[in-house]
């Protein structure tokens, strides 16, 4: 099984940055490892559905955004380190959630297509 852990949320003023990390550890039942999967970040605010943020593919040449963090969020990854990054500068109030990594087969946006979860990193901006 694929493993991924978050790190790095914490509570930053709005127009702060900051970015989270999410390790993945594990191979899935097939002997796949973390270099072939497609990356995303997803988000759930409180009393809100989880939602799309971005992802980028397994090879890291492709990125796709959410449009309400275009321009503000970079979204990169380490195969290497087993690693996956989301820089967010210019942070706002609405920006708040619990942020989760996740893994897939395919680049999509679409949160049933990821077959693995994190447990998720508090991001809190204040005003």
């Known amino acids: 099984q694929v493993q991924l852990v978050e790190s790095g949320g914490g509570l930053v003023q709005a127009g702060g940055s900051l970015r989270v990390s999410c390790l993945a550890s594990?191979?899935?039942?097939?002997?796949?490892?973390?270099?072939?999967?497609?990356m995303a970040w997803f988000r759930q605010a409180p009393g809100k559905e989880r939602e799309f943020v971005a992802f980028?593919?397994?090879?890291?040449?492709?990125?796709t955004y959410t449009d309400s963090v275009k321009g503000r969020f970079t979204i990169s990854r380490d195969n290497a380190k087993n690693t996956v990054y989301l820089q967010m500068n210019s942070l706002k109030p609405e920006d708040t959630a619990v942020y989760y990594c996740?893994?897939?087969?395919?680049?999509?946006?679409?949160?049933?297509?990821?077959?693995?979860w994190g447990q998720g990193t508090q991001v809190t901006v204040s005003s």
């Open positions: 980028i593919t397994s090879s890291g040449h492709s990125t």
């Open positions: 996740a893994a897939a087969w395919r680049p999509t946006s679409t949160l049933a297509l990821y077959d693995y």
């Open positions: 594990g191979r899935t039942f097939n002997g796949r490892t973390f270099s072939s999967y497609t």
